[in-house]
C-alpha cells in the first residue's frame, strides 16, 4: 500500500450486506480513524446512487468503503468529495492503460458513475455526516468490477476491467492502487489550488459537456447541452429551446447513455 493514509487500517469481510452500511454502524460504535478501510469480495445487498442497488457477483469484483473526516471542507463544498475520488477513479484506470489508447474512453458519468468505452465499471456512493457548519465524517462507498464476464441485468450499460482490459485482475492489488489514487486526490483538495484542479480535472472527464445529448426528464426524453455542474453538484444544462441553463440535482434528470 503505497497511499500516505487510506487503507493503513483495514477491515476485511468475507461477506457483508453494505461496506457503507457497515462503516457508518462502526461510527455509532466506536472511534474510527481517518482512512479505515472497509472491504469485502461479496456485498449482497450494495447501495448506489438514485437509490438503486449495486449487483455485483461474489468474490469477481471489489466493494469497499474509506472513512473520511474532512473538517476542512464547508458543506457549500461537499461536492468536492465526489469530483476527488470520482478523479481518483478515472486516474487508476488510465495508469492500467499501458498503450494509452482507452484513455479518452474514460469517463464520468454525472455524477459519479466511472465509464469505460460507455458502458458503467465504477459506481460511487458518498454519504455525509453533517454537524451544524461542518462535515464531521465521510463515508466513501466504491463498487468496481473487476473480474466479472456477464451483466445479465445490464448487458449493454455495464462491463469490467477484465472485459475491456482482457485479461484477469488480482483484486488485492487493485484495491491497492485505487487506494494510492484516492489517498492523492484526496490531500490535493485541502489546498485552494488543488481544490480548482479537481474541479477541472473534473470537468475534462465529464461525459457529454458541451454536447448535445438525451436526457431522461420527468419520465420524457430530452435533448440539450451540459455546461458544466454548480459548486454543489448541480448538473447545468440547456436544454433545445431554451437560451438559459437549468441546475439539475442527482434525481431530477439522467443523462442517457448510447
Not at 472497509?38 to 450494495?46: D, F, K, V
Not at 474512453?105 to 458503467?120: E, F, G, R, T, V
Not at 489546498?191 to 461525459?207: M, S
Not at 420524457?220 to 437549468?246: H, M, T, Y
Request: aromatic share 8%; charged share 20%; glycine share 8%.
Amino acid at each position: 500500500m503505497n497511499s500516505l493514509f487510506i487503507g493503513h487500517t483495514r477491515i476485511k469481510l468475507h461477506e457483508v450486506n453494505s461496506t457503507n452500511t457497515y462503516a457508518i454502524e462502526l461510527l455509532k460504535q466506536e472511534k474510527v480513524y481517518e482512512g479505515t478501510l472497509i472491504y469485502s469480495l461479496n456485498q449482497t445487498n450494495g447501495r448506489g446512487q438514485r437509490g438503486n442497488n449495486w449487483q455485483s457477483e461474489p468474490f469477481k469484483n471489489l466493494t469497499f468503503s474509506i472513512v473520511l473526516t474532512p473538517h476542512f471542507l464547508p458543506i457549500s463544498n461537499q461536492f468536492l468529495l465526489t469530483q476527488a475520488v470520482s478523479l481518483a477513479i478515472c486516474d487508476f484506470v488510465a495508469a492500467l492503460d499501458n498503450t494509452g489508447k482507452l484513455n479518452d474512453k474514460i469517463a464520468i458519468k454525472w455524477p459519479n458513475d466511472i465509464l469505460l468505452n460507455n458502458k458503467k465499471v465504477c459506481g460511487i456512493l458518498i454519504e455525509n455526516s453533517i454537524r451544524e457548519t461542518s462535515i464531521q465524517h465521510t463515508v466513501v462507498g466504491v463498487g468496481i468490477n473487476v473480474n466479472q464476464k456477464k451483466f445479465d441485468l445490464f448487458p449493454t450499460q455495464a462491463s469490467s476491467l477484465s472485459n475491456e482490459f482482457e485479461e484477469e485482475f488480482d483484486t488485492e492489488e487493485i484495491l491497492a492502487k485505487i487506494c494510492t489514487q484516492i489517498d492523492k486526490r484526496y490531500l490535493q483538495i485541502r489546498n485552494q489550488n488543488g481544490q480548482n484542479q479537481v474541479r477541472e480535472g473534473y470537468l475534462g472527464k465529464l461525459k457529454g459537456l458541451g454536447l448535445e445529448q438525451q436526457f431522461m426528464l420527468n419520465t420524457k426524453l430530452v435533448d440539450g447541452v451540459i455546461k458544466g455542474v454548480s459548486p454543489i453538484g448541480e448538473l447545468l444544462v440547456v436544454l433545445n429551446g431554451e437560451d438559459e441553463f437549468r441546475k439539475f440535482g442527482f434525481k431530477e434528470i439522467q443523462l442517457v447513455v448510447a
